[in-house]
C-alpha cells in the first residue's frame, strides 16, 4: 500500500536512502529519485514500466549550479530561465562528459533539466542540494497525476511514499525546450508556456530541421485515460455522434447537449489555464464514473492552446463521424 504524507524529513531520508518518492510540482506529480543513485534509477523506471530509451528530467534547486553538468548555456536559454524558472519550462542542454548515470539520459549527450516552482518541490530540492529525476509519476503512456490520491490510484500495491503537495496548479506537464543549439532552439513538447511566451523574451530562430531527440510528447499516443476517448472539432459532429449512439456518455466540452445531465457535462474551453487545470483531472474522474467514453472538444490549432491539445489528440482519437 502507498503512503500519503506531509512528512518532509520522512521524504528527505527515503530520497537519501536510495528510494524512489513521488512529489507534487506545479505541472504533475513527479516519481522522483535522486540523480547519482542507480538503485532508486532502476526503480523509477521498473515501477514506472518505462522504456529504458526514454530520457529522465533532472529538477534542480533555484541555487544549484547548472554548470556541474551543463557544458554550455547559450544566451537565449538564460534569458529564458531568468523569466521563467523557477516554473514549468524544462530546457534541454549539451551536457558534460561522464557526470551523468545513463539512465538520466539515455545516454545521449544532452541532459533536461527544470527548476520546478511548487513550494514544497523548492524546500526539498534546497534542503537536498541534490538533484532529483523525476518522471511524471504514472505507468508509462497513462494520464499524469495531479494530486497524490491520482498516483496512490496508480501505484495501490507499491509502498510508495507519496508526498503530499495539494492539487497541481498547472495540470499538464512542462514545456521543453531543445537548447543544446548556441543560435537556434526548438519546442519539443509543447505546454502552458507557450511559442508566444517565449517570443516575447527572446528572438533567436527556431530550428528548421525536425529534432531527433527522443521525447514522450512526440509519441503517437500517450496520456491515455482507462476509457475509451473521443475528441471533436465540431459540435453538429458531436450532436449526430450523440443521436446514433446510447453508450453512456462523460462529456468535456464549451456546450452542454440538451440531452446530457448536469453531472456527466463539465464545462471546458472557456479559458486556457482553467482548461489545463481540468484536463487530467477530470479524464480520471471520468474513469471512475460509471460511463462508457469520454467525449472532449478539442481546443484551437492555435497559441496558448497547442500545449491542451497536443495532449487531447495523443490520448484519443477522432470521434467516428457516424
Ligand atoms: O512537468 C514535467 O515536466 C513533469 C514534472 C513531474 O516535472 N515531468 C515530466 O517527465 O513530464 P516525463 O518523464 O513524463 O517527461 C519528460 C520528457 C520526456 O518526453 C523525455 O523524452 C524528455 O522529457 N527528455 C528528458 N531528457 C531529455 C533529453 N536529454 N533530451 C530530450 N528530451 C528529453
Ligand atoms: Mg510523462
Known sequence: MAIITTDINLVIQKLQQGNPVAIPTETVYGLAATYNSEDALKA????????LNHPL???VAHNWDLNEVVQFIPDYAKKLMKKFWPGPLTLVFNCKADVLHPLVNAGQNSVAIRCPAHPIA???????????????????????PTTAEHVNASFPNDNLLILDGGRCEVGIESTIIDATQTESYQVLRQGMISEQDIRAVIHTSVQEQPSNIVVSGTLETHYQPEKPLYYWNDIKQLEQFCQNNTQKKYL???????????DLHHHFLDDVQQSAFDLYYQLRHADTLDVDLILIE??????PWRGLRERILKAGTALPSS
Open 44 to 51: 523509477v523506471f521498473a515501477l514506472k514500466n518505462r522504456p
Open 298 to 303: 478539442l481546443p484551437p490549432a492555435c497559441n
Open 252 to 262: 468535456l466540452g464549451s456546450k452542454k447537449l440538451k440531452s446530457m445531465t448536469l
Open 122 to 144: 523548492q524546500h526539498l530540492l534546497q534542503q537536498l542540494q541534490i538533484p532529483l529525476v523525476a518522471p511524471s509519476a504514472n505507468p508509462f503512456g497513462k494520464v499524469s
Open 57 to 59: 528530467i533532472m529538477h
